[in-house]
């Protein structure tokens, strides 16, 4: 699908400037994806990669210039950052982390735009943000293009990595529980 996209744009894989990927937080599986195949078409072109942020991608598709970003990260938990525009891109503020929607970091301001699928997963977040945000919007992604806008700057100013040097975030240490955690020691 890559080369497809590049031959209809009459590129070919080596005349890009580099490859960025959605670093995470996210999905363990959706993050390792999306940094082995940068990082594979990286390596076969000799371009460098860069990792986005998937909540500062989340930022940047919102619209706002001072953003909430909660992200559902299933088990009662989600993914949370504050970002503030800074230029081309986000100042984080606060994050990234993962915690339950009650402890999610809040703006020392109001005027924030609240964005991501946490706030339609856990409604708690809109009682925990009030008074701080100006508008929620749940339906707001992070998206290829933000990830796309929000790198170009990056690799114009030399800061792609070396491909083999590319890697997820991830922010949660424990995804699954071993057997002997899921059982209840008996007494």
């Known amino acids: 699908m890559v080369m497809e996209l590049l031959a209809e744009a009459g590129l070919a894989l080596r005349d890009l400037d580099g490859l960025a990927h959605g670093m995470g937080p996210g999905s363990f599986t959706g993050l390792r994806i999306a940094c082995g195949v940068a990082q594979g078409l990286a390596l076969g072109a000799g371009l460098p990669v860069l990792g986005v942020s998937t909540l500062e991608a989340l930022a940047e598709e919102s619209g706002g210039e001072r953003v909430a970003a909660c992200l559902d990260a299933r088990m009662h ?3 949370a950052g504050l970002y503030q525009r800074q230029g081309e891109g986000w100042r984080c503020l606060a994050g990234p982390l993962v915690c339950p929607p009650a402890a999610a970091p809040l703006p020392d301001k109001a005027g924030y735009v609240g964005a991501g699928s946490g706030f339609a997963a856990y409604p708690v977040l809109a009682e925990r943000f009030a008074g701080r945000l100006v508008r ?5 992604f992070p998206h290829a293009r933000a990830i796309a806008r929000l790198a170009a700057p990056c690799f114009a100013r030399g800061e792609g990595r070396p491909a083999e040097a590319a890697e997820p975030l991830y ?11 899921r059982v209840a020691p008996q007494s």
């Open 171 to 181: 922010i949660r240490d424990k995804v699954a529980l071993k057997i002997h955690e």
């Open 136 to 140: 929620i919007d749940a339906t707001v």
């Open 77 to 79: 938990e989600i993914y």
